[in-house]
């Protein structure tokens, strides 16, 4: 993170955070059950910024960064693969220090980028505001 956090982004992660805990919904998009985009949605949607519902038109929205954990910033939206091939089948929040936010099979959390299977995985970086 070589410039100072955007104040919008830092809320965005901010908002994000407050949901660690929150369950796993298949299209859930509040605070009773969130998908993967849906956190993402719910926490740009605080502040005003419509994105679309889903992760693979979430990971064409913004501008395109190098999905490397020196370049990425808080509040950039990340792209993982399945493992087949370079399409987006999930996304998280980069939070900052290596680490994202994510809403997975065990609900919100914050996983690293440090572990190697979402270093295999991460395929794409998005920046909403800059």
Known sequence: ESQSEHPIAAGVVDVALESIGTPYRWGGSGV???DCSGLIQYA???F???L???SGDQIRSGSAVDPVPSLLRPGDILGFSDGRGRTTSHV???IGRSEFIHSGSDGVRVSTL???Y???QLVAARRIVE
């Open 32 to 34: 009773n059950g969130f």
């Open 44 to 46: 740009y949607g605080r």
């Open 48 to 50: 005003g910024i419509r």
């Open 52 to 54: 679309p519902r889903v």
């Open 92 to 94: 998280g929040l980069y």
């Open 114 to 116: 440090r572990n190697p």
């Open 118 to 120: 979402w270093q295999r």
